[in-house]
């Protein structure tokens, strides 16, 4: 490209990037929300427990207190959805995050194994984060004073090979936060191998745990579901049978905010939740509990109502992957994943420019997720990872969104003396 091509370029880029200023566009591209179309989908959630009253299937009557591990037609129904059996799993409140934090706490505060001084006593503590991740287990981390590995993310998940040169070496490594299935932000579904290698890490820490918050075990967006390993199986097999938490909600499947968490693992790591959990709470609310059984019915019920998720989904994510290579492909200036599930798609900028990208958006009127966020501590090295999430706005503003994003990819790379 010759200086006066350059120069022409960045013009007509200029010209495009001032008119979408002049539009006074107002879009939020943050977070990975549920809209309202896939909200409108349980909205008889909301009607009541009509005639079948308020009593489960023992006879608890739900509107009192009791029942710290749910009641036992909730327990058996999403035992299935979490892949374990009844009394492997605790149903708690709304917030599988909560369920987190709850379980890392508890591990400072009162330790994660028999025998083994908790995590708060111990001459320091970190956590393997595989990046880009998820930045809300980033924050607990952070939130508690656990130092932050971060580890490579690749399509079949994180880079085993630091992970076990990490967990080999260093007894202050604890733990690992995972995403194994559409992971947030790239979609990556972990692999048999990697599920296997992580069952039977050779760990130095005795309390090593792996955090596996599947969230998006249902979420698929097109034609088969992806396969994912039982992690729980596999950690038995290479003995370590109390090595994994396994997370889930309804956040994303009946209503975000008023769904249900899971917290699952082996009878020895849900007999040491609840010894925790029964000093927060007498008992979580079984009547919203009573109301997710009676809506879904049974695994099948759930698998179909998330297909009808999947069709207000798909269409907005193919609007912005359309956009995206109609702007973008064959320039080299950016790639991007094309997800089979979850709520989000991760793209890569030229180096040193995501946090120049994330700001000319915004002052276009078009928010995403902070550059950096994917990344512990907000310090993504090269400074290129930006994470969209197309779930809530209509398709029709994606698509602006990501021609504004497209432009500002260019322009900043054009900013930083890089072909556009």
Not at 365 to 373: E, N
Request: glycine share 10%; proline share 7%; with cysteine.
């Amino acid at each position: 490209m010759t200086p006066m091509e350059r120069e022409q370029l960045k013009a007509d880029l200029t010209r495009r990037y001032r008119e979408f200023q002049s539009r006074g566009i107002r879009l939020d591209m943050t977070r990975g929300k549920p809209c309202s179309e896939q909200l409108d989908l349980a909205a008889s959630l909301l009607d009541g427990l009509g005639p079948a009253g308020y009593k489960a299937a023992d006879g608890t009557d739900c509107r009192n207190y009791g029942g710290l591990d749910g009641i036992p037609e909730a327990k058996a129904l999403f035992a299935g959805y979490m892949g374990v059996t009844p009394e492997e799993l605790i149903i708690g409140g709304s917030s599988s995050l909560t369920l987190m934090h709850d379980a890392m706490t508890w591990a400072m505060l009162f330790g994660a194994a028999p025998g083994v001084a908790p995590w708060g006593r111990q001459e320091g503590v970190a956590f393997l984060c595989p990046s880009p991740g998820y930045d809300r287990h980033f924050a607990i981390c952070e939130h508690l004073g656990i130092e932050m590995i971060p580890v490579a993310m690749g399509a079949d998940g994180p880079d085993m090979e630091a992970v076990e040169r990490h967990a080999a070496a260093d007894p202050r490594v604890k733990g690992i936060w995972c995403v194994p299935k559409y992971s947030n932000p790239t979609g990556a579904v972990y692999s048999d191998a990697v599920v296997e290698r992580l069952a039977a890490l050779p760990a130095r820490a005795p309390d090593f745990r792996i955090f596996w918050d599947n969230a998006y075990a249902v979420h698929h967006l097109d034609g088969a579901p992806a396969r994912l390993a039982d992690i729980l199986a596999a950690c038995r097999a290479s003995g370590h049978p109390d090595r994994v938490l396994l997370f889930g909600s309804t956040s994303k499947i009946s209503f975000a905010g008023s769904g249900l968490a899971f917290l699952a693992g082996s009878r020895a790591a849900m007999a040491w939740a609840r010894s925790h959990l029964g000093f927060q709470t007498i008992g979580p609310d079984k009547l919203n509990q009573l109301r997710h059984v009676r809506f879904f019915r049974s695994m099948e019920g759930i698998l179909a109502h998330m297909q009808q998720h999947a069709a207000i989904l798909k269409p907005k994510f193919e609007a912005a992957l359309a956009v995206l290579e109609r702007e973008l492909g064959g320039l080299g200036l950016a790639a991007w994943t094309r997800p089979a599930g979850g709520y989000f798609i991760s793209l890569d900028t030229p180096p040193g420019c995501a946090r120049r990208v994330v700001q000319l958006a915004a002052e276009a009127g078009v928010t995403f997720t902070p550059a950096g966020s994917t990344f512990p501590l907000r310090n993504d090295p090269a400074d290129r990872n930006v994470r969209i999430a197309p779930s809530f706005p209509a398709a029709a503003d994606i698509r602006t969104a990501m021609e504004v994003l497209a432009v500002c990819i260019r322009l900043a790379a054009l900013e930083r003396g890089g072909h556009a």
